[in-house]
């Protein structure tokens, strides 16, 4: 057998075990957008059945109302899990499309931090040099993204936010600074691997599944951008998202 025919053989069978792995990859992520879907729309039902009860707070003595709040805690965390589970999954095999339209982003990150105080109120400060610039994104999925961000670093700060948009070139970026607990650098290069969180336990106040920042960097190189961390151990981080821009409105 020649040289030649045993490259191709060789070649031939790495070929076949790729599309093996794509093809077992395709199937996992199709299991467990099916998994997801069916168990999140009758936990979703049995959620606003525990609402309406604790609502009403009739005839619940103090121990059945504390361990409906505890169930209802864990209900709201596992519902949140399977969206975001089904959203990764549904972005893995781009079965969302992401637009890449412009954007006006003064006005798009404004929309954001009032939606976040509506829920936790928290000093964010924005800071831009340029007004009016214009992003080319997904409108409602950058909003997401930021809505994510901004949440983690009130979560994982005591003092106020800033959002410091810069313009160079044909790029803008936007960075969400805190001056929280930072990250440590071995963490910070597994932060946006699926369920990855640096304290493993779960809080009423710190409690996500690990999947924002793995669901925030798929959403953004999406829409052609990047999202990376800086960060300092008892300092803070920045997460900056870099995006192209178009030439802002006059
Ligand atoms: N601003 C931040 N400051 C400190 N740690 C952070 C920050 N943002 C994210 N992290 C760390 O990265 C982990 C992953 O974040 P994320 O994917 O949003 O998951 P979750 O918020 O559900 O824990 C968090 O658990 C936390 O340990
Ligand atoms: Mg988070």
Same mark, same amino acid.
Request: hydrophobic content about 35%.
């Given at each position: 057998m020649s040289d030649f025919t045993l490259t191709t053989a060789h070649e031939a069978s790495a070929n076949h075990q790729m599309v093996s792995l794509d093809e077992v990859q395709a199937q996992q992520i199709q299991l467990i957008r099916n998994f997801s879907h069916e168990l999140r729309t009758p936990l979703t039902l049995v959620y606003g059945y525990m609402q309406s009860i604790h609502r009403r707070n009739?005839?619940?003595?103090d121990l059945q109302k504390n361990a409906l709040e505890i169930a209802m805690f864990e209900m709201k965390h596992t519902i949140q899990l399977l969206q975001e589970s089904l959203d990764l999954a549904r972005l893995e095999c781009h079965a969302i499309c992401l637009r890449r339209e412009p954007v006006p982003l003064h006005g798009l990150i404004s929309e954001a931090i009032a939606v976040f105080q509506q829920v936790k109120p928290r000093e964010i400060i924005v800071e831009s040099e340029e007004l009016n610039i214009l992003v080319l994104a997904d409108a409602d999925r950058l909003k997401q993204v930021l809505l994510r961000l901004i949440d983690n670093a009130v979560k994982y700060s005591d003092t106020a936010i800033t959002i410091k948009l810069g313009k160079s070139g044909d790029c803008v970026a936007i960075s969400i600074c805190d001056r929280g607990c930072g990250i440590d650098f071995q963490d910070q290069l597994n932060?946006?691997?699926?369920?990855? +969180?640096?304290? +493993?336990s779960r809080n009423r106040?710190? &409690? &996500?599944? &690990?999947?924002g920042l793995a669901i925030a960097k798929v959403l953004v190189e999406g829409m052609g951008g990047t999202l990376n961390v800086y960060s300092q151990l008892g300092e803070g981080s920045i997460f900056k998202i870099i995006l192209k821009s178009l030439v802002s409105i006059a």
């Open positions: 009739e005839n619940l003595t932060i946006f691997s699926p369920f990855y +969180r640096v304290d +493993r106040d710190t &409690g &996500g599944a &690990g999947l």
